[in-house]
């Protein structure tokens, strides 16, 4: 038994009447003609009756608690995954539900497999914030997660001859079953139109007239707590047109440009925008960001004016937290509606907005700074480049000039503005000035934020800059996509660890019992012959369970040095080529990543990878030593699938470049061991799990740098290596696209006259000689089970629990709510 039964649990026979009921009413159907799907949406909704009686509880708990105070977590992603699984372990239902299904002839796993995974985000920080929703409710803290209500999620990525190509996700096409539309919430937001000035008896006051609205509609999906009643609330905006069509127009029989509003309207929630770490200034994104902004403060306004007459108490309620800069307007729109609507005078107006938001720094990327043209924000927010305008003058003119006087350097760095054409906001700026605290999300890019990014800022406000380091809930990441593993633990240390990851140290000392040893490596050979089957049904590539499963699974990012990796696979083959005895253990190296579509470089590596896949996986001469898998559409769900059945995690960024990294406390957690750079989260596993149990390598922060400072030549590695020359060479020919000699240059462009700027050439060396070791490494049987129970065992500090905890003690100051 892995989840204790919550007392109000419904039976088997409630649960098979309230699915057959739901099919012949909700859905009209019957049990005996209803397809897969509608099977699916009729157990959904069965739990559903379970789901909302809750949710609604646990909101009158906490007003009942005086309104206790609420985080509010602003993102413009959430990356949920599926949930059908989630809230039946949630719920503790996964064994009844399976047994009634089974009653009623059908099958849990086929039934949860028919829900499409909502892509509401690109990759890590998304997924965090849905970690973390999991981990608030899970703790009993009061918590609304605020994100948009995208029509089409990331998009999906098929190959086609190698070549990334890119198709709608039309995740909800017919309703997901997990949400409501709660209408009576829906809010108009204002946009574009001017200023007016007018008066007060005395006093000046301004006021935004806006040229326009759009309505917003919420669709909640409830956040399901692991063995406590309690329920939260995701809050996803729709955009709408506030008017449906032009009626006059329509009357004229113009009936296309009567639609425009609402057509107009609908695009700003319409499709997510798929760039990681950058950003792009486009006028539909700020509207997005807005609009999401407008909505939530709007709403967590109304919630506390249900019980206090003013907003003086407003940060004794609520708490907004900034999932990155990208909802950073919320600062000069909380501060519009202190000075504009309810006619607070600045000072104090300000006082209540900066103890009411706290921002989180995702990276350190030049490229992934956000700023806006002061244009365009002046033109779709007239009133709000005014308010920014205003704290940038008030924070130069009293804090930067008080501490600095007359350093013109200092006022430039520090300003909100870049100046330039076109003129700039810097929303990383603004933020930090609005906030009352900001972290980074590992020790060493938090140590890095406050040295290198933000060390005026640190100077200023020495409290301000915090660390919490990320972590990923045990529930979906243990629990759910390796129960063999979960059950193997619960029955030797108790199904405690899914409360407190930390009790994974209990495990430890079954790292040398023989018994629970060959236990875990059947788990681990089972979840890999599972994958084994997914690739052959997929791909039609034949992988042996023997081989090393070598895994690297992330968004394709140049940073992230998948090329790196594509490097070593092309020395192995060669030395296979030369000598075909030559002494490796056979590996199969797997990846799986989107890239931006319009990353040119990064959809070429992909392009690499597949080509030479082809070329290796069918050259018999290797006798299978190496295959290469691609597996397209990287998605929660396909990573639930690869990480339980990974031996190697591949986390080779350069040194301080990515800012912690999730996939590799996954990973780390399910029993792979993590080749990998001194670089985010890593340094931090490693310290857990010992130098030992890893394969660390690779310029650390401060030789990059230091390289880089004495002028870094990337043709010199390859003047001094012949294999490294020798494989990017092949790059460059039609060794491995004979159909078009070059294809693939651009990647040995950039690396040589393209100045590699994140050092793949000055790390290939020591990579290949960390691949040398594990190789060796993982031939030492024993020595391997050990290193990787131990990696299981001491992992638990990257619960997103322990971060919430961080989160609760040094930001955001809550107390647990607790639904009876
Ligand atoms: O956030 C990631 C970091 O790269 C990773 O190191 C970290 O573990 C994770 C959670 O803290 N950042 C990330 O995923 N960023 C984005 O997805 C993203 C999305 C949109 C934009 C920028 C970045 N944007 O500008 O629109």
């Given at each position: 038994m892995?989840?204790?039964?919550k007392?109000?649990?419904l039976?088997?026979?409630?649960l ?14 019957n ?10 949406q009729a ?9 909302f ?7 009158k ?11 509010n977590?602003?993102?413009l992603e959430f990356?949920?995954g ?5 809230n039946?372990?949630n ?14 002839g059908q099958d849990i ?6 829900e499409?995974?909502p892509?509401?985000?690109?990759g890590?920080?998304g997924?965090?914030a849905?970690c973390?929703m999991d981990?608030?409710?899970t703790?009993?803290y ?6 948009l ?12 001859n ?16 997990f949400?409501?539309c709660?209408?009576?919430?829906a809010?108009?937001?204002p ?8 008066y007060q008896?005395d ?6 007239v ?9 669709w ?5 707590g692991?063995?406590?009643k309690?329920v939260?609330?995701?809050r996803?905006w729709?955009?709408r047109?506030v008017n ?10 113009c009936?296309?440009?009567a ?7 609908e695009s700003?929630?319409?499709v997510?925008y ?9 006028e539909?994104?700020?509207?997005q ?8 403060v709007?709403?967590?306004?109304n919630?506390?004016k249900e ?8 940060c004794?309620?609520n708490?907004m ?7 950073a307007i ?7 509606i ?24 995702h ?7 956000e700023?806006?043209?002061v244009d365009?924000?002046?033109k779709?927010?007239?009133?709000h480049i ?5 704290i940038?003058?008030?924070f130069?003119?009293?804090?930067v000039?008080k ?13 909100i503005?870049?100046e330039?054409y076109?003129?700039q ?7 930090v ?13 938090t140590?890095?934020v406050?040295s290198?990014?933000?060390?005026e ?6 409290d301000?800059?915090v ?8 529930r ?8 063999a593993?979960?059950?193997?633990i ?15 140290a ?8 023989k018994?629970?040893?060959q236990?875990?490596?059947?788990i681990?050979?089972?979840n890999k012959?599972k ?10 590539i ?7 499963f070598?895994?690297?699974?992330k ?7 998948q090329?790196l ?6 020395t ?11 002494d490796?253990h056979?590996r199969?190296?797997i990846f ?7 990353y040119r ?6 392009y ?10 069918s050259?018999?001469?290797i006798?299978?030593?190496i295959?290469?898998?691609f597996l ?5 769900t396909l990573?639930e699938l690869?990480?339980?059945a990974a031996?190697?995690s591949?986390?080779i960024?350069?040194a301080?470049?990515e800012?912690s990294g999730t996939?590799n406390?996954k990973l ?14 890593n340094v ?12 660390i390598?690779g310029?650390t922060?401060d ?6 400072a004495?002028?870094y030549?990337p ?19 039609d060794k ?7 294809r ?5 462009h950039?690396l ?6 994140y050092l793949?050439?000055?790390?290939f ?7 040398a070791q ?8 024993t ?6 129970i ?6 638990g500090k990257f619960s ?21």
């Amino acid at each position: 038994m892995l989840t204790k039964e919550k007392p109000t649990s419904l039976s088997v026979e409630k649960l098979k009447l309230s699915i057959v009921r739901h099919l012949r009413t909700t859905l009209a159907s019957n049990e005996h003609v209803a397809s897969q799907n509608t099977w699916w949406q009729a157990t959904c909704f069965a739990l559903n009756e379970e789901i909302f009686e809750n949710a609604w509880s646990t909101f009158k708990q906490t007003r009942l608690d005086h309104c206790a105070r609420t985080v509010n977590y602003l993102s413009l992603e959430f990356l949920i995954g599926r949930l059908t699984t989630n809230n039946l372990i949630n719920l503790g239902l996964e064994d009844k539900v399976r047994q009634a299904l089974n009653e009623l002839g059908q099958d849990i796993n086929a039934i949860s497999g028919e829900e499409r995974d909502p892509s509401l985000g690109n990759g890590g920080l998304g997924r965090l914030a849905a970690c973390f929703m999991d981990s608030l409710v899970t703790l009993e803290y009061p918590a609304v997660g605020y994100g948009l209500h995208y029509q089409y999620g990331l998009f999906r990525q098929g190959i086609k001859n190698g070549e990334q190509v890119e198709y709608p996700d039309n995740w909800r096409d017919y309703g997901y079953p997990f949400e409501v539309c709660r209408s009576s919430f829906a809010l108009d937001i204002p946009l574009y139109g001017h200023v007016e000035t007018y008066y007060q008896g005395d006093t000046m006051r301004k006021r935004w007239v806006p040229s326009q609205y759009l309505r917003g509609v919420p669709w909640d999906i409830p956040v399901v707590g692991f063995e406590v009643k309690n329920v939260n609330t995701l809050r996803l905006w729709e955009c709408r047109a506030v008017n449906e069509f032009d009626l006059n127009q329509f009357n004229q029989g113009c009936f296309a440009s009567a639609l425009h509003e609402k057509v107009k309207a609908e695009s700003v929630t319409q499709v997510l925008y798929p760039n990681d770490e950058s950003e792009m200034g486009k006028e539909l994104r700020l509207i997005q960001q807005y609009f999401l902004c407008a909505c939530s403060v709007r709403d967590i306004i109304n919630r506390h004016k249900e019980h206090f007459a003013s907003l003086d108490n407003l940060c004794d309620t609520n708490v907004m937290q900034l999932n990155d800069t990208h909802p950073a307007i919320a600062i000069p729109e909380l501060m519009r509606i202190l000075l504009d609507e309810e006619g607070i005078e600045w000072d104090k107006a300000w006082k209540i907005s900066q103890r009411c938001f706290a921002y989180t720094n995702h990276t350190l990327l030049p490229e992934a700074l956000e700023t806006w043209p002061v244009d365009l924000i002046a033109k779709v927010l007239p009133r709000h480049i005014e308010i920014i305008n205003e704290i940038n003058y008030l924070f130069l003119s009293q804090v930067v000039e008080k501490q600095w006087p007359g350093d013109q350097e200092k006022l430039i760095k520090l300003s909100i503005f870049e100046e330039g054409y076109p003129r700039q906001v810097r929303m990383a700026n603004l933020s930090v000035i609005g906030s009352y605290k900001v972290n980074g999300v590992a020790k060493l890019h938090t140590q890095l934020v406050k040295s290198d990014l933000f060390p005026e800022f640190d100077a200023l406000f020495p409290d301000r800059l915090v660390n919490v380091t990320n972590g990923v809930t045990p529930r979906r990441w243990l629990r759910q996509c390796n129960p063999a593993l979960a059950q193997l633990i619960s029955a030797n240390i108790g199904p405690q660890w899914q409360k407190d990851l930390s009790l994974l140290a209990g495990v430890e000392k079954y790292a040398t019992d023989k018994k629970f040893v060959q236990q875990y490596a059947d788990i681990k050979l089972a979840n890999k012959q599972k994958l084994a089957n997914y690739i052959k049904d997929n791909l039609a590539i034949d992988v042996s369970t023997e081989a090393i499963f070598d895994v690297q699974i992330k968004r394709l990012h140049e940073y992230k040095r998948q090329h790196l990796n594509l490097l070593h696979i092309l020395t192995l083959y060669r030395r296979l080529l030369a000598d075909p005895n030559y002494d490796m253990h056979s590996r199969v190296f797997i990846f799986a990543a989107k890239a931006a579509p319009g990353y040119r470089l990064a959809k070429d590596i992909i392009y690499a990878i597949n080509k030479v896949a082809a070329v290796i996986n069918s050259d018999e001469r290797i006798k299978g030593k190496i295959k290469v898998v691609f597996l397209p559409d990287y998605s929660v769900t396909l990573a639930e699938l690869i990480i339980p059945a990974a031996d190697v995690s591949e986390q080779i960024s350069t040194a301080g470049k990515e800012a912690s990294g999730t996939g590799n406390m996954k990973l780390g957690l399910n029993g792979a061991l993590t080749l990998g750079t001194l670089d985010g989260a890593n340094v931090e596993i490693a310290e857990e799990v010992g130098d030992e149990h890893a394969f660390i390598f690779g310029l650390t922060v401060d030789q990059v740098n230091a390289l880089k400072a004495s002028g870094y030549r990337p043709q010199d590695y390859i003047a001094q290596n012949d294999e490294l020359k020798a494989v990017v060479d092949w790059l460059c020919g039609d060794k491995f696209t004979p159909e078009e000699p070059g294809r693939l240059s651009s990647i040995a462009h950039s690396l040589v006259q393209g100045g590699d700027p994140y050092l793949v050439l000055a790390d290939f060396a020591a990579y290949v000689e960390a691949q040398a070791q594990l190789d060796k490494a993982y031939r030492n049987r024993t020595a391997w089970l050990h290193s990787t129970i131990l990696n299981t065992a001491r992992l638990g500090k990257f619960s997103s629990d322990r971060s919430i905890e961080d989160y609760v003690r040094d930001i955001w100051h809550l107390k647990k709510v607790s639904v009876k």
